[in-house]
């Protein structure tokens, strides 16, 4: 039996991670339905919210009064990841594609932006070492910093968890740049606003498509 595909959609908060992997969802289930195979997809969304580890990070994420370290959370984030590694591995090896609403780069990228001393990089990526690698990962951005910041700040219900800051928003999108320019070759920041860009990481196993998001709601 083929293993699974594993497929991450990353970017800022608001960007159209959902509603992109939806979708996705969608289209692979109904390709399934009309198939002979038996394979489904599957979508899980970081942080998964509903598992122990989960609902102390949603605590955190909607109680902007809840203190906690930035490495506390920090390490309950890729926690999160590890409480749902073996459902994801069982997926695969079943050969139902997973898609994945955040993972590893989020956890790097916030905690960055927190420019919090002795977290650097290398602190950021250790809990996370092993976790299972993404095939495909969808990077949705924007080209400037002033779209990012409007277009994210105009989205419905943008303000109501923790992060939803639009000048923290654009630390974030600054360190997905040093995040991705880690792990993939070759990646660098588009120029144009329709362009969409794929780049391959260092072990030619992962691809990252950098697209740029269009935003109906916004004139
Ligand atoms: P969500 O809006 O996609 O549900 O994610 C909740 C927030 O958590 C979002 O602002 C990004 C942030 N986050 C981290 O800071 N670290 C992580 O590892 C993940 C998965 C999300």
Known sequence: MTRGRLILFEGLDRTGKTTQSEALL???NLQGD?????KRCELIKFPERSTPIGKL?????????????DQSIHLLF?????????QIKSSLQKGNDVLLDRYVFSGIAYSLAKDTERMDFDWCLSPDIGL???DLTIFLTTDSDISTSNQINNRSGFGAERYEK?????KVKAKFDIVFNYFFKDY??????????????????TTLL?????????P
């Open 166 to 170: 639009s000048d923290f928003q654009l």
């Open 57 to 69: 990070i949603n605590n955190y994420l909607v109680d902007k009064s809840f203190k906690l370290p």
């Open 26 to 28: 969608k289209y692979l």
């Open 132 to 134: 299972i690698k993404p």
């Open 210 to 218: 950098k697209v740029n998001v269009i935003d109906k709601d916004i």
């Open 34 to 38: 009309q198939s002979s195979s038996s």
């Open 78 to 86: 890729s926690s999160n990841r590890w409480e749902l590694t073996e």
């Open 188 to 205: 660098t920041k588009s120029s144009s606003a329709t362009t969409s860009n794929m780049y391959t990481s260092s072990d030619g196993i």
